[in-house]
């Protein structure tokens, strides 16, 4: 695990922290993650690089075994950030119907209007959201990292497999601590 490098322009992705997601039980403490995203989101906007967030909305409409699937929308209470995050009015909020924030999104074309090559992911779920759209920005050529202390699951085998076996064929990995030095070693 090691983040080696954040490009010019390097992009935050805050993945559904948002009040309803956070109130399930997790296998790291929520308020841990939390405050890892913050910490990160306070970093990228002191070197002026762009954070978006993302929350859901609803589910995908396809059918499932655990009987989740359909268009349920969820309550607006539900799907507010965490006021933690104090989301700042220029800052992107993209609202998702899917597991990956780029499916059915405008968040490749507000990335890439930025000239955004780069993005850091972090959230929950980490098998889910997380990992659906660390997988998409590396389909669509992004370079990827994930700070794995700023995510968490409410599966660990689910966590650790994203961690350990999916997330090393998607980008470079590291803690929160790793991402926030490179930051510091830029000219503010």
């Known amino acids: 695990m090691a983040v080696t490098t954040l490009d010019p322009n390097t992009a935050l992705i805050v993945i559904d922290l948002q009040k309803g997601i956070v109130a399930y039980p997790t296998v790291h403490p929520i308020a841990d993650v939390v405050q890892h995203a913050v ?15 993302v929350n859901v909305s609803a589910g995908a409409p396809g059918r499932n ?11 607006a209470e539900f799907i507010e ?6 989301r700042q009015s220029t800052e992107p909020l993209v609202t998702k119907r899917t597991w990956g924030a780029f499916m059915h999104t405008d968040l490749e074309a507000q990335l890439k209007q930025r000239g955004v090559t780069q993005v850091v992911v972090v959230g929950v779920s980490t098998s889910i959201g997380v990992e659906s759209t660390a997988r998409q920005a590396y389909e669509l050529g992004f ?8 995510m968490t699951d409410t599966n660990a085998d689910a966590h650790a497999n994203s961690v350990t076996r999916i997330f090393p064929r998607l980008g470079e990995t590291g803690r929160t601590a790793d991402v926030l030095a490179l930051l510091a070693a830029r000219k503010a």
């Open 143 to 150: 370079n990827v990292t994930l700070a794995t202390d700023a």
């Open 39 to 53: 910490q990160l989101a306070d970093a990228f906007r002191a070197h002026a690089l762009p954070v978006f967030f």
């Open 65 to 75: 075994d655990q009987g989740s699937g359909g268009t349920k929308t969820f309550p």
């Open 81 to 86: 950030l965490v006021p933690e995050l104090q």
